[in-house]
Structure formats: C-alpha cells, structure tokens
C-alpha cells in the first residue's frame, strides 16, 4: 500500500530537549516536504527537498533541520523545541511530475 | 503574505443541497490548483485539481471551476452529504514546484 508515515504521531516534551519526526514514504518519490498546521493559518511549508541531498527552506523554517540522505526518508529535527512549535505537523511526498501530493496522518507535538 | 486564501473559516449546507467552498490566489503564475479533503486525526487527501489551461474538471459530485481572470476558484459538491462534514483546503503551485495552501474551511453538512 502506499504510503506516507511519520512517527511519533503524539508526543508532548520539554522546551531544549531535541527531538526528531521521522518520515518515510514507499513510492519512490523525488519531493519530499514537511507542513504545520495551526488554527487559522492552514498549512505553512517548512522545509522541502527536491531529492536526496537537496533541501529547501520554507515560508517558516525557523528551528528546524531536515536532512535527505535516501530517497524514502525526510526527519525532521527540532533541535531546541520551544512551546511555539507546538503544532500539528505533516509530511508530505510526490514524484517529480507530480500532479498531488500525498500526506502522512500527522504528528502532533506539544512542547511544554 | 498568504498566496492562496480561504476567506470563510466554516460553512453549514444541508444533506441534498449544493456546497460551494472558494478560493482565491495573488500569483498569476500558478498554473495547477487542488482540493484537498481533512478529516479530524488523518492527514489530508487529494479531492481534485485543475490545470491553469481549464476551467472546470468534474469527478462524480464534485466540480471545481478556475477563473483565472478573477484568480479564483472554487469546489462544487452536489448533492452534498453527511459523509462531506471535514476541512476543505485549496491549494496552488507553479511548474509542480512548491505548493501553497490556504487555511481552509471546514464544511458541515446537516442531515
């Protein structure tokens, strides 16, 4: 089945413990990308990557990293967490002719 | 500056009656625009989309129309139902490069 999947898909921390979300998609995608979801705001984009070993920023990149090492794996790193990165967060993969883009279930994070 | 805008938060339609969720975008070099479905605790799913070089596609009970002219465009269901209820999000993109993505409207359809 394809598939996008993110994990954890709950998690509460503390501001300054680093934490990672993974993402891994099985449809051999080129584009790989990672959403925030906040109320009012829709999804933002915070980083993308065009393949491996090409990332992009977003429109809110700040506190973040991302690495593409393979193909099939985009994480997603916070590396201090503060509370305004609680969120619900998404990644996302399509081909590079892609014409949609497919969604994990979501991680939501609470930064306390 | 949001590029693509969802100007109403919620909509209540009732069970049978016609539901129109707009959309509205500021860079006229988009040239692909979709629809995308959310239900509570899942993440979003493709609905439908349009090339700039249409003005309508339908599947089965949902419709979208592009107006470029008025950058627009909006998602048609008829007949709406109860299984419809979720937030509708209009999304855009230039050459299948970034997508942008409104804040979406969450639609209610009453029995």
């Known amino acids: 089945e394809a598939q996008v999947t993110q994990n954890p898909r709950y998690l509460i921390t503390v501001t300054g413990k680093k934490l990672t979300v993974t993402c891994s998609q099985n449809?051999?995608?080129?584009?790989m990308s990672w959403y925030r979801q906040d109320p009012g705001l829709g999804l933002r984009q915070i980083y993308y990557?065009?393949?491996?070993?090409?990332?992009d920023k977003g429109d809110v990149p700040e506190g973040y990293k991302v690495s593409r090492k393979e193909k099939r794996n985009f994480p997603l790193i916070l590396e201090s967490p503060s509370p305004n990165q609680t969120s619900l967060y998404f990644c996302?993969?399509?081909?590079?002719?892609?014409?949609?883009?497919?969604f994990g279930e979501g991680s939501w994070l609470t930064v306390v | 500056d949001q590029q693509v805008k969802q100007n109403s938060p919620s909509l209540s339609v009732q069970e049978g009656r016609i539901s129109i969720l707009n959309c509205d975008y500021t860079?006229?070099?988009?040239?692909?625009f979709l629809w995308y479905k959310k239900y509570p605790a899942e993440g979003p799913t493709f609905l439908i989309s349009i090339s700039s070089i249409k003005d309508k596609n339908e599947d089965g009970r949902f419709t979208v129309f592009l107006n470029k002219s008025a950058k627009h465009l909006s998602l048609h269901i008829v007949p709406s139902q109860p299984g419809d209820s979720a937030v509708y999000f209009c999304?855009?993109?230039?050459?299948?490069?970034?997508?942008?993505f409104g804040s979406g409207t969450k639609l209610n359809v009453k029995p």
């Open positions: 449809m051999n995608h080129e584009y």
């Open positions: 996302a993969s399509s081909p590079r002719t892609g014409n949609t883009i497919y």
């Open positions: 999304a855009a993109s230039y050459n299948f490069n970034k997508f942008y």
């Open positions: 990557s065009m393949n491996v070993e090409v990332t």
């Open positions: 860079n006229s070099m988009f040239d692909y």
